[in-house]
């Protein structure tokens, strides 16, 4: 975990139509690191998320891939690049079997020239495989993935982003419409991945969720950055209250209005 | 079918889908399935002494169902791809009107005279396809337009070219054509365009099911938004889609040419809506993501018997209409139900 940075966001700033979303903001993510990105609402996480995943361009700071400056020209090249993204709404497509979304666009193919079709056994075969540990059975894989539960659902997306070679993972909000048992499936799921050596940035505005779990934190108020902290530098109460903007007696900070 | 074949807790929690009754009851493919003997059975009982049961009735309604079922096995993968296409009748009378034309009265051979019409029919549907893609406003409308312009422009053009509507003597003008037996020959009893029907639902379903295409097919309909986001090129996907529908058209426009020796600019007139029954008792749905040729194969087939079955019942054949349209009534009922029962929640946690 302390390798050397694979994912790098330097000073990165954003505006619509003069209005800053994103001031300086920094974040770096080493493989097998959780980062947490913590905010309230319209505090910038999603323009954040956007410029990390290449939905948008920063316009002004440095993008780094393993060191190299890098611009992200869009989600399809920052997932070449090994970050994957995914959102709220999972990109799946409800009525699908869930191993024809687990393919969704990488479709894996038999047979040669106009007789090329779906290898649907291997599909399956390859979604059984990665799905066992998530509490999908083996059945359910050749169900509609609306079937399965929320939990089961987010699951299945950050497993498909992790088969497809993600070194960096970004989840947006995974546990955000999730109850308690379905949450801890997916933090989990998120532990495993790091496990992996696979990097995550976690965004949440959940600090039960992100505490356990995170390596670094990353506060955001109002579009600028609070600070970035090691777990040994804050305890989870001192995490709660940044979050509200609070930074009083947070060490390293400066006390400013 | 015994009640045991399904357990009530889900059993193996669908692991073994092939002996669930269940699975059985939720494939598109059901309701067409289950009507179709439902309503062969009917005639057979109550009509076939009067001769439901013969040969020629037979073929009668399956070339009804075949002129139907050509172009709803492409209209439903243009469906499960979440869009419409009401100009697919128009476009058989306009494909009509070029074949007869150029045979007829420009002298042409039939292979030319078909290839002029498949490349009107491709450009149609391209542009169909195109300002879809483009304006993203919905293909109802954008496929009505051209339902109009069409159907205006094959009867004006024909005007303007022979001052009629119709032409005649198309067998006559292409002769013993070798290309000929390709549309107007016999297997058996029945006639060429059962073979075509059967073998373009074949290749659709082998598509949707088969394919890595029909996979970008399920997705378009069933979430854009996911297909986009995972790289599907969905604005090709449907172009190809409105292209293959065009091109069915052409298809049944030279076996209706061969089937009655006559180009007509109005011919064809309600197809558009013959197609997209056939597809819906078929199973599949007008809001995309969901859909079977083989469903719609059933469906077109259960439409021609109806279509001819009715004659023979006591009811006046005006009442074809109101029969037709309760039938369609309760296909959508049913699988609306199954539909919703299939995609019900089972995950244990």
């Not at chain 2, 809506?273 to 008792?281: C, D, H, K, R, W």
């Amino acid at each position: 975990m302390d390798g050397k940075p694979y994912l790098e966001a330097l000073a990165v700033s954003k505006s619509y139509a003069n209005v800053a979303a994103l001031q300086d903001v920094t974040i770096t993510v080493r493989p097998g690191e959780v980062v947490c990105l913590l905010g309230d609402n319209g505090a910038g996480k999603s323009t954040l998320i956007q410029v990390l995943s290449g939905v948008v361009q920063p316009d002004t700071g440095t993008m780094r891939i393993a060191g190299a400056d890098v611009r992200f020209a869009s989600p399809n090249d920052a997932l070449d690049k090994g970050i994957a993204t995914v959102f709220q709404d999972l990109a799946v497509v409800p009525i699908m079997p869930v191993y024809r979304n687990f393919f969704l666009g990488r479709e894996p193919t038999i047979g040669w020239g106009p007789f090329k079709r779906f290898d649907s056994r291997r599909a399956i075969a390859t979604a059984e495989e990665a799905l066992r540990d998530l509490g999908v059975s083996a059945g359910a894989v050749r169900r509609p993935i609306g079937t399965l539960s929320g939990g089961q659902r987010q699951s299945v997306a950050v497993a498909r982003a992790v088969h497809f070679g993600a070194r960096i993972l970004i989840l947006d909000e995974p546990t955000s419409a999730l109850g308690v048992k379905q949450s801890e499936m997916v933090l989990d799921y998120v532990r495993k991945a790091k496990e992996r050596g696979i990097g995550v940035v976690l965004i949440t505005h959940n600090v039960q969720h992100a505490y356990p779990i995170g390596d670094t934190f990353v506060v955001l108020f109002l579009g600028r950055q609070l600070g970035t902290f090691k777990k040994t530098d804050l305890s989870e109460t001192q995490l709660m209250k940044l979050m509200a903007g609070k930074v009083d007696g947070i060490p390293g900070i400066p006390a400013v209005a | 079918m015994s009640a045991s074949l399904t357990s009530p807790a889900g059993g193996q929690d669908g692991s073994r889908p092939s002996l669930s009754l269940r699975t059985f009851l939720m494939r598109p493919e059901f309701t067409a399935v289950v009507g179709t003997i439902v309503v062969f059975a009917f005639f057979a009982i109550f009509t076939g002494s009067a001769g439901f049961l013969t040969v020629a009735m037979t073929r009668n309604y399956l070339e009804v169902a075949a002129e139907i079922g050509i172009i709803a096995a492409p209209i439903t993968l243009l469906l499960v791809a979440g869009e419409f296409d009401l100009s697919v009748g128009s476009m058989v009378a306009a494909s009509e009107v070029i074949i007869s034309y150029l045979t007829v009265d420009a002298g042409w051979s039939l292979p030319a005279a078909l290839g002029a019409a498949v490349v009107a029919a491709a450009a149609v549907g391209t542009i169909n396809g195109y300002l879809v893609v483009r304006t993203k406003l919905p293909s109802f409308i954008i496929t009505l337009a051209m339902l109009f312009i069409v159907r205006g422009a094959a009867q004006g053009v024909l005007r303007m070219l022979t001052g009629t509507s119709t032409i005649d003597g198309v067998r006559e003008a292409v002769g013993a054509a070798p290309s000929a037996l390709l549309f107007s020959s016999t297997v058996g009893p029945l006639s060429i365009s059962v073979v075509w029907w059967i073998a373009i639902t074949l290749l659709a379903a082998w598509v949707l099911d088969g394919r890595v295409f029909g996979n970008w097919i399920y997705a378009t309909g069933g979430n854009q938004a996911a297909a986009v986001r995972t790289g599907i090129p969905v604005n090709r996907v449907k172009i190809l889609l409105y292209v293959a529908v065009a091109v069915s058209t052409t298809l049944v426009a030279v076996l209706d040419l061969y089937a009655i020796n006559q180009g007509s600019a109005n011919a064809a007139t309600g197809r558009e809506f013959e197609v997209v029954t056939a597809a819906v008792i078929g199973g599949a749905l007008l809001t995309g993501g969901y859909g079977s040729p083989i469903g719609t194969l059933f469906g077109a087939l259960l439409f021609g018997m109806v279509d001819q079955g009715f004659f023979f019942t006591p009811l006046p054949d005006v009442w074809f209409m109101t029969f037709l349209g309760l039938m369609l009534l309760l296909a959508v009922f049913i699988n609306n139900y199954t539909r919703m029962q299939a995609l019900k929640p089972r995950g244990r946690s």
